[in-house]
């Protein structure tokens, strides 16, 4: 039988609709599919979305538990998500449904669950033997509001305290309430005439089970009696109460208090400490009580058998410490050990060799949760060493501004990027293993290598090895070590166009192929990187200064005839140097008094030393302008076979020969088209004086480039007036007049109709939605491309299409990808004598001559994605072949020409929260899932696609959320993730000795079963808390199963029980069978025996 299959249905539906609708895929009206029909293997099956792996520090931090047998940490966090880790390589990411923040979280020790409590007084249960964690279980409070929560070690009874001050139990095997309850009035009695406050700490008694302690706010302790139902010992302080720990023997505990203090209690004497201690406080001399100190938020007492206990507790710090960092306390005998963090707080937790409160707990590592960090803390070595974090937590370090995702990236990039960053490896850490390293690895079938690269607010990137939705860091690099930094803080730098992070990453352009990399800066700057596996010094950072602006004038039409050099529209001498500025002007101030030709940073004038890795190889500035800052720059390229790089801004456009550190083109946007233009455009007032109008010719689509231009860049450059920037996916909110470059293309490919052959040559994309093309004539390799100049000229080609350019592909006869041509990396850092014979081997002629490969009927596709549409156009007839529109009522916010399975497809991400994929060449649509409103820029700048069905976004400031969007990889998911729970024996029970057993010194026993079953505490009330199932109830089945094969699994299994239950109901019926036989025959040899005595006989 055929399988039916849905998607299919709609994949005919759609394409039928295509067919009739204007704002569907179609070949356009008078034009022709291409002759050669290319088949597009990719169909809607190949596509499928969902979330694979979140990493970085869990964002706003709240709560933190561990499960010492199972080695597993869980941090709950304020939006109520929960992250759970193992061992490097095994972490996990659950959202409650309410988003509600989590409060606290309690481990069923070795039992694979995990209880969570929630500000809106809602208890979960989470089953954590399946890779991803599900709800079996949830209990809302409607009439009190839960404030803690403690359960017992290999106990099924939770207790929970609330605002009230009351008691509850809750049996966690079937989350229903107990009706055992202790109200705050019978907890207290007469001890206290006022309400005691809230429940701020639950424990029983180590070596007593029946023992519960209670902590108010208020400063009452009480001693429950859990059988005789009352209480034994209560205890008042006159400082408020924030948490208690107990001494493993059962007969002392420590409370820390709002005053700074810690109080010591003998269980048996309540009615004064054992012992005050102020551990921060100034000891007046006329002998009165401490000065009071910050509170101490939690104390844990944890004991060792041989040597001191350790006392540890967060805050207490003096009140006369100001300005001084978050502090956690170790006393241990005494020494007392301030370890200074670098955020506040949040909850800390001693690791111990055992579960058991009752026996010597052997603390070896402290885990302090931070608002911002993550630190472990190695109680075994002197000085208290910190464990090396082996988990991606440090993404945040400085605020994320940038993402690039590149999959399938060449094989020896990750090993030569790791090698390199190796060395930059921090000493001073604990020699131990990293002690959280619970859970099993999972079985990933993915292999080929994938890199994340972070920009940073302080100009620092990131490189991730992110193969096998894991991530680790590779290697760190500092952009701002080029430039001099003000050394106090009243200097400030000289023309910063921004308040703080002047070297703010905005956009990162990288081939990976050549490791050529270029990033653009906040303060309209771009730095060029080689990668050297050898250090450096730089004894002169080579630097390019452009004076890029632009006004717009009355509009004449230019004389047609007038063909000007490309290099009118640049600047600096004919024999400009590496580190001479671009223009002849070196001063700071214009004729007006205003700041004019400086640069927003200052670049180092001493030699750099350059460790191995990217080494900067030129800097690019651009310069005020009439006391106008620069604007920042909006699209960025690199191309490694050309040796050139461009930039734009909503000014202009800049070409760098970043070979031979010359400016080759620098234009307004308007000067690109040309008499071409398209626009009306406003005027703006004439200035008093104006130089001569420089740039590109203005020239027919026909013509050609001529031989005459000047070929070195010699003249000024006209004024241009000032406009804020902006990024291309703000320009449908916020429309100016200005127009921005916002995309930009290098390729080898036809640049007019008239062509016969392909050239290299730069595809321009702007926010009015015009793609405008360049050609390049580059010389020859070797010496001739060291000292020839590359010669720019317009082709007169343009294209245009609704919104702003996002991005520009190419497709070749069979709908391939045609990739930018590249240079394959060498090491750059040679000894001279190899340099001419690298330079001559590595800068290959790049061939603009015909060839039979290239001939008219080798059809090219140009793929042009704008904010509201998308085209596919014939090359070199430039016939729109395919068009579709995208969305109507949004706009586009990222595109990205993608590889999966073998084809190509063109993804989108757009602010209404849909992401789509779309066949190539005939923008069929594959997939449209409403999957994340846009709800902050983070997103919008951060999120990207990339091949093999990867995407990813910074879903909060400090973590990255991974999605897919190909079926294979949602299908392989589940085996790629790996287990939390693996099956581990639950260590023996202390050893109570002789002695102890005999007189009864050990831990007492306590059946809560008897006293919280309902046949002995009664029902609870009905209106307290209301039980609600979990969608992840059956733990026979793994995962969420739904539809018919989730009902056949269900009925499957409640067979299975109900067999089970019949077998077992069976074997008792037999059982019961032979006993009554057996009973039988005793009464019939007793008859017989009896039979003849009379009855006085017996």
């Not at 050394?487 to 400030?492: G, L, V």
């Not at 308040?499 to 309209?524: F, H, K, N, T």
């Not at 951060?942 to 897919?964: D, H, K, M, W």
């Not at 299975?1056 to 009464?1083: C, I, N, V, W």
């Amino acid at each position: 039988m055929k399988k039916f299959n849905i998607r299919k249905v709609l994949d005919g539906l759609t394409a039928a609709a295509a067919a009739s609708s204007s704002s569907s895929s179609s070949a356009q009206p008078g034009q022709r599919p291409p002759d050669n029909d290319i088949v597009e293997t990719l169909c809607s099956e190949h596509f499928q979305l969902c979330k694979t792996v979140r990493h970085g520090f869990p964002y706003q931090p709240s709560a933190m538990a561990f499960d010492p047998v199972q080695k597993i940490l869980a941090i709950g966090t304020q939006s109520g998500s929960l992250r759970l880790f193992g061992r490097p390589g095994v972490e996990c990411y659950c959202q409650h449904d309410s988003a509600a923040g989590v409060i606290q979280l309690q481990f069923l020790i070795n039992e694979g669950a995990l209880v969570s409590a929630l500000a809106d007084d809602t208890l979960h249960l989470w089953n954590l033997r399946q890779k991803r964690p599900a709800i079996l279980h949830s209990l809302k409070f409607n009439k009190e509001r839960i404030t803690f929560c403690h359960l017992p070690f290999q106990s099924k009874w939770l207790y929970v305290g609330t605002e009230r001050g009351n008691v509850h139990i809750v049996n966690v095997e079937s989350f229903t309430l107990s009706g055992y309850v202790i109200m705050w009035n019978k907890a207290i009695e007469l001890s206290s005439k006022t309400h005691p406050g809230l429940i701020v700490h639950i424990s029983d008694n180590p070596m007593d089970e029946g023992k519960l302690l209670i902590g108010f706010e208020s400063g009452t302790l009480v001693l429950w009696d859990l059988k005789s139902k009352k209480g034994e010992y209560r205890y008042s302080y006159d400082e408020a109460i924030h948490s208690v720990a107990w001494h493993h023997e059962g007969k002392q505990f420590v409370c820390s208090h709002s005053d700074g203090s810690l109080t010591i209690w003998n269980v048996k004497s309540p009615i004064r400490p054992a012992q005050i201690i102020t551990p921060h406080g100034k000891l007046p001399k006329d002998g009165k009580k401490p000065e009071p100190c910050k509170p101490i938020l939690k104390v844990e007492y944890r004991t060792c058998k041989s040597g001191d206990p350790f006392i540890i507790f967060s805050g207490g710090l003096s009140y006369d410490t100001v300005g001084r960092r978050p502090c956690l306390t170790v006393m241990h005998g005494k020494s007392t050990a301030v370890l200074e963090m670098d955020y506040p707080i949040v909850d800390f937790l001693t690791l111990c060799e055992t579960p058991y409160p009752s026996d010597f707990q052997e603390p070896h590592a402290v885990v302090v949760l931070l608002e911002k960090d993550l630190v472990v803390v190695d109680l075994g070595q002197n000085g208290y060493p910190i464990f090396e974090n082996p988990y991606p937590l440090d993404i945040h370090e400085s605020p994320v501004t940038c993402c690039e995702y590149f999959a399938d990236c060449p094989v020896d990039l990750i090993p030569a990027l790791y090698s390199v960053g190796a060395k930059q490896k921090r000493q001073g850490y604990s020699k131990k293993e990293w002690p959280i390293n619970g859970g099993n690895w999972g079985l990933g079938t993915q292999s080929y290598p994938e890199i994340i690269i972070t920009g940073h607010a302080d100009g620092s990137l990131k490189f991730w090895d992110a193969s096998a939705i894991t991530l680790q860091v590779l290697y760190k690099m500092k952009t701002s070590k080029v430039f001099e930094k003000s050394r106090n803080k009243e200097e400030k730098p000289n023309t910063d166009i921004v308040d703080e992070d002047p070297y703010a990453i905005q956009i990162i352009s990288w081939c990976p192929e050549s490791r050529m990399l270029c990033v653009a800066g906040v303060s309209a700057h771009v730095i060029v990187y080689k990668f050297s596996k050898q250090e450096m010094t730089t004894e002169v950072i080579q630097m390019l200064e452009i004076r890029l602006h632009y006004e717009i004038n009355d509009l004449e039409s230019p004389d047609t005839d007038q063909v000007l050099s490309v290099g009118t529209s640049c600047q600096g001498s004919n024999s400009q140097t590496a580190n001479s500025q671009s223009h002849p002007s070196t001063s700071s101030t214009s004729s007006d008094g205003l700041r004019d030709n400086v640069p927003c940073l200052k670049i180092k004038s001493t030699p750099l030393k350059q460790g191995a890795g990217y080494q900067a190889e030129v800097v690019i500035q651009l310069v005020w302008v009439n006391g106008e800052p620069p604007q920042q720059i909006t699209s960025l390229a690199v191309n490694s076979s050309y040796g050139l790089l461009v930039f734009g801004n909503c000014n202009g456009i800049a070409m760098v020969d970043y070979i031979q550190k010359t400016v080759l083109l620098n234009l307004g946007t308007i000067e690109l088209y040309g008499s071409n233009d398209p626009y009306q455009r406003q005027p703006k007032s004439p200035r008093k004086t104006r130089q001569a109008s420089g740039g590109l010719c203005d020239i027919n689509e026909g013509s050609t480039a001529l031989d005459d231009r000047c070929k070195s860049p010699t003249s000024d450059v006209r004024d241009n007036s000032f406009s804020r920037s902006r990024s291309s996916s703000v320009t449908s909110i916020d429309k100016e007049s200005r127009e921005a470059i916002t995309a930009l293309h290098f390729c080898e490919t036809y640049t007019r109709k008239a062509d016969t052959c392909t050239s290299p040559c730069l595809w321009v994309g702007t926010t009015l939605g015009t793609v405008l093309v360049i050609v390049l004539n580059l010389p020859s390799g070797g010496e001739q491309r060291l000292t020839q100049p590359v010669i720019v000229s317009p082709s007169g080609t343009i294209l245009r299409l609704k919104g702003g350019i996002l991005r520009l592909a190419f497709l070749d006869t069979t709908g391939s990808l045609i990739l930018p041509a590249h240079e394959p990396w060498r090491e750059p850092n040679l000894q001279e004598e190899k340099d001419d014979k690298d330079k001559c081997r590595k800068l290959r002629p790049v061939s603009v001559s015909p060839s039979s490969s290239q001939e008219i009927s080798e059809t090219q596709y140009a793929v042009i994605c704008s904010e509201k549409q998308a085209k596919v156009i014939s090359l070199p007839s430039q016939n729109c072949i395919y068009k579709h529109n995208i969305t109507e009522t949004s706009f586009v916010l990222r595109a990205d020409i993608v590889g999966l399975n073998g084809s190509i497809c063109l993804a989108c991400f757009c602010a209404n929260g849909h992401i789509m994929t779309f066949s190539l060449p005939s923008l069929r649509p594959l997939l449209d899932v409403n999957y994340l409103p846009l709800t902050d820029m983070r997103i919008a700048r951060t999120f990207c696609f990339t091949n093999n069905g990867q995407a990813l976004y910074l879903v909060s400031p400090t973590e990255i959320q991974r999605i897919t969007y190909s079926q294979g990889t949602c299908e392989n998911l589940q085996e790629m993730l790996g287990e939390l729970f693996t099956p581990v024996e639950t260590p023996e029970a202390p050893n109570r000795g002789f002695f102890k057993g005999l007189f009864g010194g050990g831990a007492q026993s306590l059946d809560r079963e008897e006293l919280f079953g309902e046949s002995a505490a009664g029902k609870p009330s009905r209106s307290l808390a209301q039980h609600i199932p979990g969608t992840g109830g059956i733990e026979g089945v793994k995962g969420a199963a739904s539809g018919v094969a989730g009902e056949l699994a269900r009925a499957r299994i409640a067979l299975d029980e109900r067999g089970q239950k019949l077998s077992e109901l069976e074997e008792r019926t037999a059982a019961m069978l032979y006993s009554a036989d057996t009973f039988s025959k005793h009464a019939h040899d007793v008859m017989l025996k009896c039979k003849d005595k009379k009855w006085y006989q017996f």
